[in-house]
């Protein structure tokens, strides 16, 4: 009996599908070549994740709600930009278009079917923002047809990529990379140490004191909730001209923005980076040593995470 | 009366007649239980119509998984969005003993749940004590990471093609596997049984202790219930039956696949739970029977099964933020009461 | 005479008015067969990321149907299609291929379905003895292994170790040439992937034994970011790469790779680019892609194919896809199986189909057959190219030769024990 569980085992060795290249990877840690061209695309990985995963973190730092429809609020922001894209042939307003589209479409939905659900436990949230991601992929699917689409490189970023510090970088990454750091800076810093910012993290403890103050809490959930949605909107409009667009390209986002914001701790602009950037390094470096099983790797690491830290590497205990 | 009542009057303390009355309840489960099984085993005979049988063969497999879930939501306050693991665990492992090894039906079966058992017994020690939010994260991620390791361990689970070839059925007591009929029969036994087994869970004093643990973990934990072993136990029992609906779904198509392990499996756990209500024992059996019309009748109608479903499940979340068997409850209570108020 | 009539409704009439209501108000679990037309049941993915597979091979069943149904139909019945979505679950495909048959009275299955769900479909054959046609599977071993063999159950698509044959030695031909002696392969992860970069590599090293696979990358299936496949593969300087992502995928891998210049730095054969969802998706489309046909209205350069994929584009407003020509041919081999057989049964079909050879429009040499052995489809078009980025695509075709295919998949079946 246990001949036949054990001889799969032996079948695959033989044919050189081996899950684990060992080799390969120490042969590259060795080498600083390797060493260099795996850590900037890790790096590049990480900042492109990072983009995407930025919104979830902070409508769940704020208003305490996981956003699951997160997915679908890049999907239409990539939508909208090619379909801006191909009626203007303006890239700017293309991206543009994304965000704003996708900032209403946010504000909306946190106004009216969000805002009914914050007090009930996480399964109501899941269901109704689940119930959402069905609903606007067969939209989708509906007004932009099944098959996917894609927008192209604008002219101006169809250069030569660029080698900087021993690394492979091209042009247009420089600028997602770019956009993804102003986004943390102004994130970041802006929660910490603008007023609005005070206002908003106070209206995220004690929202009836806040209101009793005379602030319109309403106005600010829907805000927050407009911002993250705009971030996913945005991040689905920059990576538009790299990647191809489907009705349901939103699921895979979903989960890395997940696993990044679960790893990093949730409410945490710093944490998504930094989860970000560990996960772009356990893929990049993953692929060479694990190249069966990196999908497996990251699911393994946040599973370790969650056991030793469950509020994630910089989350705050939940009250 | 309690016990001080009892000290006072000095008359004995009537726990004897609580027993009797949870006695009586116990009796009564198990003859609903053969009523009902009676009922269905019969079906076949008036009606000849094999789709039938097959719709009834899927709740079994699909009520199994949900109510074991509701073990874990509804009673315990154990929200998992995981626990499609062991539903597909149960699959591919009954599948790849029958496959593998020669040996009989009954053997495969209870082999899969001791398989299950300690793979739940592992991913459970390490979850339960994280609370709330966390313990359905990394529920989710386990989930994840064992369909993961399905796709990739081609060569043992077939990988995205699942196990091949039809899952072999020899004979048994009598009982040919590969007869639809005989498989209906079994199927509506394992559910029957199945559930008579939860529902004496649920009720008996263990399931009292997953209430309290439910409504106040730390007030349990102060009266000294071990609350890690309890949610435990509950977990890997919920994991068992869980994994008995997969055997029955394996059997079904005659196969697993990597889709039995995935997300979308616990996700419609949780639809099933939401529609059928998750405050009586029987509202996961109505939510399964609810879901799976839900979903034959729109996919016989259109492709668009999405905004269907979504639309369904935004009327329940929001509209009536509670199950089917909720409301039927409520107003049979309601009308109970308000014949008692006038009576 | 006077004819007198009884007030009311007669007996004879209440009995057949409730008869009749009976009939049209039971429940939807009670079979109803007609015989004027038959029901072909299909099993397909209309909705989720595949959809395109499903509505593109509706479409082309759609309009072959047309076409026998015209022409009276088989032996007579008119054929009325019941198509539904599997949503791409297995167990949804077994459940709608079993409902198919037991409850809408369908008499025969075309399996749409694609990986899993074929298998799926398949044991839903094999269990209840429905006549079945696969059209999307190109696993081989859902006809090459003898496990998998029913009387009741074909496959009409292309068979991945096909492909890879042709595949193989046309690369291997140019890398004598061109010198290209360090490959790297880019495949997703899952059955197709590995079982197709498989035999291509065996293929190719066979006719240019000095070929070297120097890396290896295994993406998922519709992962969205490939940055770090492309650094791996341009830091493992290759002089070709061979990938056989689809679709989005391969789409997506085209953007993110042009970005990184990684075209002018290597050969690139993709066994799926010269495919219209490829082709008139890429905005930037390299040129000098090698590629193999999945399918092109110029090749076989006939005027039938032509016609056919004009006729198509006309009708539905888009190209046709590998799949819309797979279920094409699957309905024409039951129309003229079932005129051999003169009948419509399940069963006289299947016999009359076993070795079976028709006029086909995709056949490389205008005809494709239905072998008997194993119940699968030989003979049709394949060849490779390499693409432009206009219209034709793919200006020449090189033939693969079926001689060829045929002795060296033989010896392919026995060194897997299929034979």
């Known amino acids: 009996m246990l001949n036949g569980f054990c001889a799969p085992i032996i079948a695959a060795r033989r044919n050189g599908y081996l899950p684990v290249d060992l080799d390969a990877l120490t042969g590259c840690l060795a080498s600083p070549a390797c060493l260099v061209t795996q850590t900037t695309s890790g790096f590049i990985i990480g900042m492109l994740l990072f983009l995407v995963a930025v919104g979830l973190t902070l409508i769940f730092g704020v208003l305490k709600v996981v956003n699951f429809s997160h997915g679908a609020f890049y999907m239409f922001g990539a939508y909208f930009a090619m379909t801006a894209y191909q009626l203007s042939g303006s890239f700017a307003l293309a991206m543009f278009c994304g965000a704003a589209g996708t900032a209403l479409l946010g504000l909306i939905f946190e106004r009216v079917f969000m805002s009914r659900v914050y007090g009930a436990d996480v399964l109501m949230q899941l269901l109704v923002c689940y119930a959402f991601v069905l609903i606007f992929d067969d939209v989708v699917r509906m007004v932009w047809g099944p098959e996917f689409r894609s927008m192209g490189m604008p002219a101006a970023f169809q250069v030569m990529p660029l080698f900087i510090a021993g690394g492979v970088v091209p042009p247009y990454y420089l600028l997602l990379i770019g956009v993804a750091l102003v986004a943390a800076v102004i994130l970041g810093l802006g929660l910490a140490r603008t007023r609005l910012g005070k206002v908003i993290r106070a209206a995220a403890h004690n929202p009836g004191m806040v209101s009793a103050l005379g602030i319109n809490t309403g106005l600010i959930y829907g805000g927050v909730f407009a911002l993250g949605g705009m971030l996913a909107g945005l991040a689905g409009a920059l990576a538009a001209p790299v990647r191809s667009l489907t009705p349901g390209m939103g699921f895979s986002v979903l989960i890395e923005s997940f696993i990044v914001t679960v790893i990093g701790g949730m409410g945490s602009i710093l944490g998504a980076l930094i989860g970000a950037l560990l996960i772009g390094m356990i893929r990049s470096f993953g692929s060479l040593g694990f190249p069966l099983f990196t999908e497996g790797l990251m699911y393994l690491f946040m599973v370790i995470v969650l056991v030793i830290r469950p509020t994630g590497l910089f989350g705050k205990e939940v009250a | 009366m309690t016990e001080l009542q009892a000290e006072r009057t000095g008359e004995p303390l009537s726990v004897a007649r609580d027993e009797a009355r949870s006695q009586r309840s116990r009796y009564l489960d198990v003859l609903m239980a053969l009523a009902a099984f009676g009922v269905l085993a019969s079906l076949p005979l008036f009606f000849g119509s094999k789709a039938l049988l097959d719709f009834v063969i899927r709740c079994s497999a699909f009520g199994l998984f949900a109510t074991s879930l509701n073990l874990l939501v509804g009673y315990t306050g154990m929200i998992s969005f995981g626990h499609g693991m062991f539903f597909g665990l149960g699959a591919y492992g009954f599948g790849l003993i029958m496959q593998r090894t020669g040996i009989p039906v009954p053997a495969a079966f209870v082999a899969t749940l001791v398989i299950t058992a300690i793979i739940a017994t592992v991913i459970g020690a390490i979850c339960v004590r994280l609370k709330e939010i966390y313990f359905a994260f990394v529920t989710l991620a386990f989930q994840m990471l064992i369909h993961s390791t399905i796709l990739s361990w081609a060569s043992l689970t077939g990988g995205d093609q699942g196990l091949r070839g039809g899952i072999p059925r020899p004979v048994f007591l009598g009982i040919d596997l590969s007869n639809h009929v005989h498989l209906y029969v079994t199927s509506c036994a394992l559910l029957v049984t199945g559930l008579l087994l939860m529902r004496q869970i649920a009720q008996s004093p263990f ?84 879901l799976l019309i839900l979903n034959d009748t729109v996919t016989r109608l259109t492709e668009y099964y999405g905004i269907v479903l979504g639309i369904v499940i935004l009327f329940f979340a929001i509209g009536l933020r509670k199950g089917l068997m909720d409301f039927v409850v409520e107003w049979y209570v309601q009308r109970r009461d308000g014949a008692g108020e006038r009576g | 005479m006077q004819r007198t009539r009884k007030p009311g409704i007669s007996r004879r009439s209440t009995l ?83 409902e198919l048959v037991n409850t809408d009275g369908c008499e025969l299955l075309i399996d749409a379905e694609a990986s899993s769900g074929a298998f799926a479909v398949h044991e839903v054959a094999r269990d209840l003895g429905v006549f079945c046609i696969h059209t999307n599977s190109e696993t081989s071993a859902l006809t090459a292994d003898p496990k998998q063999h029913i009387p009741n159950a074909f496959r009409a698509a292309r068979q991945g170790v096909h492909d890879s044959i042709v595949g193989g030695s046309y690369a291997a031909a140019i890398a004598k040439t061109k010198g290209l002696k360090k490959w790297a392969t880019c495949a997703p992860d899952y059955a197709y992937g590995r079982d197709t970069t498989g035999e291509f590599t065996l293929y190719l090293k066979r006719f240019a034994p000095d070929v070297e696979i120097i890396s290896e990358s295994w993406p998922k299936l519709f992962q969205p970011d490939y940055t770090e496949v492309v650094t791996k593969i341009l830091q493992a300087k290759p002089q070709a790469l061979y990938s056989c992502l689809w679709g989005g995928d391969l789409t997506s891998y085209i953007d993110q790779a042009n970005i990184y210049a990684m075209f002018s730095q290597m050969e690139v054969f993709a066994v799926n680019m010269a495919d219209y969802t490829a082709l008139t998706v890429v905005k930037n489309l390299p040129k000098g892609i090698h590629s193999g046909n999945r399918y092109i209205k110029t090749y076989p350069a006939t005027a039938e194919n032509a016609a056919w994929g004009d006729a198509y584009k006309a009708k539905y407003n888009e190209y046709p896809t590998n799949w819309s020509w797979e279920n094409a041919t699957a309905v024409t081999l039951i129309a003229e199986a079932s005129k051999k057989a003169n009948s419509a049964d399940g069963k006289k079909i299947a016999e009359a189909m076993r070795g079976l050879t028709i006029k086909s429009p995709f056949g490389a040499d205008g005809t494709v057959t239905m072998r008997a052995e194993d119940q699968t489809l030989i003979g049709y078009a394949i060849g490779w190219g390499t693409t432009i980025p206009q219209e034709p695509y793919v200006p020449e075709v090189k033939a693969g030769d079926w001689k060829t295919i045929l002795e060296l998949e033989a010896e392919w079946k026995k060194s897997k024990g299929y034979a």
Request: glycine residues 12%; charged residues 15%.
């Open chain 2, 207 to 290: 399931g009292y202790t997953l209430r309290m643990i439910r409504d106040n973990a730390n007030r349990a934990s102060f009266i000294g219930i071990d609350v890690w072993r309890a949610k435990l136990t509950i977990f890997v029992l919920a994991a068992l039956f869980a994994a008995t609906g997969g055997i029955v779904m394996a059997l079904f198509v005659s196969g697993a696949y990597p889709e039995f392990a995935y997300w979308t499996i616990s996700g419609e756990g949780i639809f099933i739970n939401m529609l059928g209500g998750v405050t009586t024992f029987l509202g996961p059996m109505v939510g399964t029977v609810l």
């Open chain 3, 16 to 98: 057949a008015l409730m008869g009749t209501g009976a009939v049209t108000f039971a429940t939807p679990w009670v079979a109803r067969a007609q015989a004027k037309t038959i029901k072909v049941g299909m099993p397909t993915i209309l909705s989720g990321r595949v959809a395109q597979l499903g509505t593109s091979s509706r479409n082309a069943v759609m309009l072959e149907v047309e076409k026998v149904n015209s022409a009276g139909g088989l032996a007579g019945r008119q054929i009325e299609m019941v198509i539904r979505d599997s949503k791409g679950a297995p167990q949804e495909a077994a459940r709608v291929a079993r």
